[in-house]
């Protein structure tokens, strides 16, 4: 369940409506994620899976991590590994997650959370849940987006954004019946605290059972749907999906979403996650954790990190299990 709630949605900014000649955007294709393991065995479902890199641009991956309640001792993350040439967003619905870098970038996220790691010209960094959560266990859930970087931004400096799920933008449907956490992008005069090097929109959206979501979105962008939980229809034509599943949608002015009447009694509604960005349209070269334009830049790459220049370990760092042993 979403840790970000409003116990009185009237209270908010209201989704824009329509303009009477909008387009409203059907769908091209439907998707079912396959289920997978990452980093030291945590679960995840690779939601762009079997979807054309053209249909997804400027975005280039992601994963749902989890929903899973980890048994004490469960709990995995993933080792120090390298990232060239694009940024990575880890948005935490339920649970906690520590990162840190090479380059000085760090924290803790839980609850509505997102860390923006802009990888750029290249650094190192790790991903964990935090030592009280491995000894304890309970629920981690999450996501996890790659976005591109176009050519002339692969060589920027590494900066990493904390985003706290307070700073989210809030708003609902004209309706009342959904409720929007604008993460990165503008909805209406809603804005997500995040600042993009490409842009584009990111949003998640909880649709009460029964209630319809007409979401305004640039004609420029792409549309993508993914649901995080839940049932309903995506487009104008309503096409059924559900959980863990991809929406791919055509041109248009506008996203239609809507949740079945009857839900799982688990769930407070239909959970989705809406992207949209401006495509990049440039050569992609990708192998690994480097995403560049050509071969060349990703054998330089795995070359620089080899030889040690994308960063090293931070000597302060404490792998788990270290935590306290400190008796001489």
């Known amino acids: 369940?979403?840790?970000?709630?409003?116990?009185?949605?009237?209270?908010?900014?209201?989704?824009?409506?329509?303009?009477?000649?909008?387009l409203d955007r059907g769908v091209r294709q439907v998707t079912t994620a396959p289920s997978g393991h990452e980093g030291e065995g945590f679960p995840v479902r690779r939601a762009f899976a079997g979807v054309d890199m053209r249909d997804l641009d400027p975005f280039l991956h992601m994963d749902q991590m989890g929903e899973v309640e980890y048994a004490p001792g469960e709990p995995k993350g993933t080792d120090w590994h390298p990232h060239r040439g694009f940024e990575t967003v880890t948005y935490i619905i339920d649970g906690t997650f520590e990162h840190g870098d090479s380059h000085g970038g760090g924290g803790?996220?839980?609850?509505?959370?997102?860390?923006?790691?802009?990888?750029?010209?290249?650094?190192?960094?790790?991903?964990?849940?935090?030592?009280?959560?491995?000894?304890?266990?309970?629920?981690?859930?999450?996501?996890?987006?790659?976005?591109?970087?176009?050519?002339?931004?692969?060589?920027v400096e590494p900066k990493y954004q904390d985003l706290r799920a307070a700073e989210a933008g809030l708003l609902t449907s004209s309706d009342g019946g959904a409720l929007l956490r604008v993460i990165a992008g503008d909805v209406g005069a809603v804005s997500g605290p995040g600042a993009t090097n490409t842009p584009m929109a990111m949003v998640h959206a909880t649709i009460s059972p029964g209630a319809q979501l007409r979401l305004p979105w640039p004609?420029?962008?792409?549309?993508?749907?993914?649901?995080?939980?839940?049932?309903?229809?995506?487009?104008?034509?309503?096409?059924?999906?559900?959980?863990?599943?991809?929406?791919?949608?055509g041109p248009g002015d506008l996203i239609t979403v809507s949740g079945n009447t009857s839900q799982e009694s688990r769930l407070p509604g239909l959970d989705v996650v809406i992207l949209g960005g401006l495509p990049i349209?440039?050569?992609?070269?990708?192998?690994?954790?480097?995403?560049?334009?050509?071969?060349e830049e990703v054998m330089t790459a795995f070359e620089d990190y080899q030889r040690g220049r994308l960063g090293v370990i931070p000597a302060n760092y404490v792998p788990h299990g270290s935590l306290g042993n400190t008796t001489p």
């Open 108 to 155: 803790t996220i839980t609850n509505g959370d997102t860390q923006w790691m802009t990888a750029g010209s290249g650094l190192l960094h790790i991903e964990r849940p935090p030592e009280a959560l491995v000894r304890s266990g309970g629920l981690f859930h999450g996501l996890q987006l790659w976005v591109n970087l176009p050519r002339k931004d692969k060589w």
């Open 281 to 295: 349209r440039e050569p992609v070269a990708w192998a690994g954790p480097f995403v560049m334009n050509t071969r």
């Open 219 to 249: 004609r420029e962008y792409n549309a993508l749907v993914y649901v995080l939980s839940g049932a309903g229809t995506v487009g104008r034509d309503g096409q059924p999906i559900h959980t863990g599943q991809l929406a791919v949608f």
């Open 1 to 22: 369940m979403p840790a970000v709630t409003v116990s009185d949605v009237t209270t908010l900014p209201r989704v824009p409506e329509p303009g009477p000649t909008d």
